[in-house]
């Protein structure tokens, strides 16, 4: 049985973490972004998913195929 594609997306980093909330701090970088401009590609999981709304006025997603 042939494995099901995991869709991904690619989550850039556009704003400074600095004088933000915690809670969306810990958001971004459990998605293992550090500076700004820095993309990584990650699963489009449900949790993943959270945290990139919960702090989606510093990021820019995009989904891949």
Same mark, same amino acid.
């Given at each position: /049985?042939?494995?099901?594609? #995991?869709? &991904? &997306? #690619? $989550?850039? !980093?556009?704003?400074? !973490?600095? %004088? #933000? ?7 971004? *970088? %459990? @998605? %293992? @972004? =550090? *500076? $700004? ?11 993943? !998913? %959270? /945290?990139? =709304?919960?702090?989606?006025? /510093?990021?820019?997603?995009?989904? @891949?195929?």
């Amino acid at each position: /049985m042939a494995k099901a594609k #995991r869709k &991904m &997306m #690619r $989550i850039t !980093l556009k704003r400074s !973490l600095s %004088g #933000r909330l915690r809670k969306h701090q810990a958001c971004v *970088r %459990g @998605l %293992g @972004l =550090r *500076r $700004i401009r820095q993309t990584v590609t990650v699963p489009a999981t449900p949790e993943n !998913l %959270g /945290m990139a =709304r919960q702090a989606s006025y /510093m990021l820019a997603v995009e989904e @891949l195929d």
